[in-house]
């Protein structure tokens, strides 16, 4: 009997850690949204809303990545800036996966001027 009652109590623990561990994995893959990739390495040059209203954006009069002239550039153009870099933005080829840059076309596309 205080067997059973063993076995019951460590299948509860199990249970009770499952949601803790799924909702850990689930931030850790918010973490990789295009958003988060964008705010962690872009806003420093593009601003956070992409703007580009940042020093170092007016320094080298950044396009605003919601207007109408970088929006026009297919996806293909856009990921091709971000994989090779534009002096002087740097390339991001080597230290963002291929799905990581589609993400962030993804949230360009999605921070776009609605006109
Ligand atoms: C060091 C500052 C800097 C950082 C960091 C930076 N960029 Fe840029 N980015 C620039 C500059 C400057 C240009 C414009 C280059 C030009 O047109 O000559 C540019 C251009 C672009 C363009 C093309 C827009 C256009 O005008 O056609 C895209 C898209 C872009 N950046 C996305 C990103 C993304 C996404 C990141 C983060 C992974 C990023 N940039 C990080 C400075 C930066």
Redesign the pocket.
């Known amino acids: 009997m205080k067997n059973s009652i063993r076995k019951l109590q460590s299948l509860m623990a199990v249970g009770c850690l499952l949601p803790v561990l799924s909702s850990t994995s689930s931030s850790a893959l918010a973490a990789t949204s295009g958003e988060d990739?964008?705010k962690a390495?872009?806003a420093?040059?593009?601003g956070q809303d992409g703007s580009g209203n940042t020093p170092?954006?007016k320094r080298?009069k950044?396009?605003d990545?919601r207007s109408a002239?970088?929006q026009k550039?297919t996806d293909d153009e856009?990921a091709s800036?971000?994989k090779d870099g534009?002096?002087?933005?740097?390339a991001?080829g080597k230290t963002?996966s291929a799905k990581e840059i589609q993400d962030?076309v993804a949230y360009?596309r999605s921070i776009a001027k609605k006109s």
């Open positions: 990739t964008f390495k872009c420093m040059c593009h170092m954006g080298t950044l396009r990545l002239e970088v550039e856009l800036t971000i534009k002096s002087p933005m740097p991001y963002l962030l360009i």
